[in-house]
């Protein structure tokens, strides 16, 4: 990732705007919400009155449980605005506007997820299969970019753990690995070879299995904007945030640690474990602090990102600072 250091400017600009056709367009995004608790499709008078009052259209979620205290930070949220206009999703453009800006194209639904490898059951499940028998839960978590920024954000999603039991991981699974959407033609930052796509990422399967993940599908009490990985994300709090990759459409079991993109692309900089470790510096920059978005002062980084007391003991025998 190219930026270490952000300028405040750029967190605080409100000058990105969606403009009123891709806001119809995350309207449809919402639809895979609406699908699944029978409300009906937003109308486009209702999406453009929103839009005059700046509020969201996209689809509330409903029946969502609250986050038990050890899934809640008790900090104040990230305003909404921006946690939703600036961010990392490189298959849009490598500005941090630029996924706010296009991912508005990206069609969500159909959607479905080829799960293979490693399992008893493979094949490829519509994402309305992924979410009904659980009941959406939100969590309030801290999230760490590696660049130094950070974010409290209140998800609504699923235990990552509870959706792989169901493929029945086979006792050769030891990893499993993630990959984003590759289609240029909706992706536009695909186009350029910045990465070598598909983005992927991986977990350790008790990583995986552990509690604090989960598979996001909303944040704010609403589906996920595009920008931010509709229709489906990871989010692994303790780690940075290039563990969190969006738009997943492939699930894969295996034994080998698989190959994740910032590690193949960079392996000096950017660890396979990536948890989040004040200690470790980046090679470019430090990690002992990071600035929260739309806050000017900084403050210290926490180890593992404040999960310390959940997630340390996953890496007892580990040196850190080598599987960093
Ligand atoms: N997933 C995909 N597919 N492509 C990306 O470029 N960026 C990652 C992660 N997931 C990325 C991705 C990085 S570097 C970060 S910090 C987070 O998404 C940013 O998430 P946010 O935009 O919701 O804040």
């Known amino acids: 990732m190219k930026i270490p250091q952000i300028p405040e400017s750029d967190v605080t600009d409100e000058a990105v705007f969606l403009n009123r056709r891709s806001l119809l367009r995350l309207g449809a995004t919402a ?145 499993v690995s993630f990959e984003t959407l590759f289609d240029p033609e909706q992706m536009p930052g695909q186009r350029r070879r910045v990465i070598d796509w598909p983005y992927r990422e991986g977990l350790r399967m008790d990583e995986a299995m552990h509690p604090l993940s989960i598979f996001a599908v909303g944040m704010y009490g609403r589906v996920l904007p595009n920008q931010n990985g509709a229709p489906l994300r990871l989010i692994v709090p303790w780690k940075y945030g290039f563990k969190s990759i969006k738009s997943i459409v492939r699930i894969h079991f295996s034994e080998k640690r698989p190959h994740t993109s910032w590690n193949d692309l960079a392996p000096d900089e950017y660890g396979f474990y990536a948890n989040v470790n004040p200690e470790v510096a980046h090679p470019r ?7 929260r978005l739309g806050e000017f002062r900084k403050r210290p980084t926490l180890p593992f990102n404040g999960y310390a007391d959940q997630v340390a003991s996953l890496y007892a025998d580990m040196d850190l600072r080598r599987n960093f």
């Open 31 to 175: 639809a895979i919400g609406a699908s699944l608790a029978g409300c009906p499709a937003a109308n486009e008078a209702d999406a453009a009155s929103k839009e005059a009052a700046g509020a969201s259209d996209r689809r509330r979620l409903p029946n969502v449980a609250p986050a038990p205290p050890e899934f809640r930070v008790d900090e104040k949220p990230t305003r909404e605005r921006d946690a939703t206009r600036y961010n990392n999703f490189y298959e849009f453009g490598t500005d941090k506007k630029d996924p706010a800006r296009h991912a508005g194209r990206l069609r969500t639904e159909p959607w479905s997820v080829v799960v293979d490898g490693e399992v008893a059951k493979p094949g490829r499940v519509p994402l309305e299969t992924i979410l009904t028998p659980s009941r959406l839960e939100e969590r309030i978590y801290r999230f760490r970019c590696v660049e130094t920024w950070s974010m409290v954000v209140p998800w609504i999603g699923l235990p990552l753990g509870d959706v792989l039991a169901r493929f029945e991981p086979t006792s050769k699974a030891r990893f």
């Open 285 to 291: 920059w430090s990690q002992a602090r990071e600035r």
